[in-house]
């Protein structure tokens, strides 16, 4: 009984501690323009510009910009707040201080998770106030969005392990990942008419599977079985951690 005490009271300071690094960056970073303009409104005009002049409506539409919305919103805050902190040394602090790396990478994805969750509102209501978009179901839109948010949140805190003190680094080299992603995940363009070799690349984009979850609620139904797509985001958001947990442990020792 003893043991078990001890370790809910850890894992309740542990949570805790995530839980103020999320408040932390939300209170500091939330409005700031950069983040503003790569989490927000650059994916909305690199959706205009490819889906200006195609057919499709926008139960179509809407779901894929939603994915992309929560693809680069929930992985711009930690490029952002991590180097800027490295660069006024409160990072350092903050490895320091008498909680674990993982308190610490939870707490980073979280306040993305949450400013990506938050960000998906926006085309959510515009689907639903200007184009009188229908859900079918909103078991697989809620769970799609949570899932998608939290798993790029954390790739985004994954790439913030690289030590350098500028935003830029870092928002290179995770540009790089993804705007790829969005051409082999079905959001522009449906999976079935991907070229054969892209198909193979198809299986190993976390945003297939949260793009295809979203697309069920509103099509009713989906390229993989649901299961799938849930399973599957939760293998990437474990993997996405376990990965961050190491590099920050590797960077910071």
């Not at 409104?41 to 409506?57: D, Q």
């Not at 913030?160 to 870092?170: F, H, L, M, R, V």
């Not at 069920?216 to 293998?235: I, K, R, W």
């Amino acid at each position: 009984m003893t043991e078990a005490i001890r370790v809910h009271a850890q894992l309740y300071a542990e949570l805790n501690a995530a839980w103020a690094i999320a408040k932390k960056d939300i209170a500091i970073y939330y409005l700031k323009p950069n983040i503003i303009v790569s989490g927000a409104l650059f994916p909305l005009f690199m959706f205009l510009a490819f889906a200006v002049g195609k057919t499709a409506g926008p139960s179509v539409m809407i779901p894929g910009l939603i994915a992309i919305t929560i693809l680069f919103s929930a992985s711009s805050i930690e490029p952002v707040s991590i180097p800027i902190e490295r660069r006024m040394k409160t990072f350092d602090r903050l490895v320091s201080a008498p909680v674990s790396l993982h308190a610490v990478v939870l707490g980073e994805s979280l306040s993305g998770f949450l400013y990506s969750s938050g960000i998906a509102l926006v085309p959510f209501i515009a689907g639903l106030v200007i184009f009188g978009t229908p859900i079918l179901n909103f078991f697989p839109l809620i769970i799609g969005v949570i899932l998608t948010a939290f798993c790029f949140a954390t790739m985004g805190t994954l790439f913030a392990s690289y030590p350098t003190e500028s935003p830029g680094d870092i928002m290179s080299m995770l540009n790089m990942v993804r705007l790829p992603l969005i051409f082999i995940s079905g959001v522009f363009i449906p999976i079935d008419s991907i070229p054969s070799i892209g198909k193979i690349a198809v299986y190993f984009s976390p945003l297939t599977y949260g793009n295809d979850l979203i697309q069920s609620a509103y099509l009713g139904s989906s390229h993989f079985n649901p299961l799938v797509d849930v399973a599957m985001l939760c293998v990437f958001i474990l993997v996405f951690q376990i990965v961050a947990n190491r590099l920050y442990k590797r960077f910071n020792a």
